[in-house]
Nanobody, 119 residues
Framework: QVQLVESGGGLVQAGGSLRLSCAAS????????MGWYRQVPGKQRELVAA???????NYIDSVKGRFTISRDNAKNTVYLQMNSLKPEDTAVYYCNAHQPIFVGGGDYWGQGTQVTVSS
């Protein structure tokens, strides 16, 4: 059974920092592309950052230079360090695991964690 469990969300003032964590089980973590998405009511879920099995990263433009995605394969955990937070970063953040076909395939989601940035 696949589980992705996020933690680290909360309320922070603009300019502050938070670190999100996502602990995975039931997948071959080291082979997965891991991503952080976010969603606000009435809008589509958007990819914020992703990290490949080889450690390559990419980010949406609005978070470049402020957010950092990283992974610890020994702990089956992916992180999102969020600095210089802005009110527009307020959203529910979801962890995603994309497992390649050659190790079983599948897209998996966590339950989400709320991030609220006050102005």
């Amino acid at each position: 059974q696949v589980q992705l469990v996020e933690s680290g969300g909360g309320l922070v003032q603009a300019g502050g920092s938070l670190r999100l964590s996502c602990a995975a089980s039931g997948i071959i973590f080291s082979r997965n592309v891991m991503g952080w998405y976010r969603q606000v009511p009435g809008k589509q879920r958007e990819l914020v950052a992703a990290i490949s099995s080889g450690g390559n990263t990419n980010y949406i433009d609005s978070v470049k230079g402020r957010f950092t995605i990283s992974r610890d394969n020994a702990k089956n955990t992916v992180y999102l360090q969020m600095n210089s937070l802005k009110p527009e970063d307020t959203a529910v953040y979801y962890c995603n695991a994309h497992q390649p076909i050659f190790v079983g395939g599948g897209d998996y989601w966590g339950q989400g964690t709320q991030v609220t940035v006050s102005s």
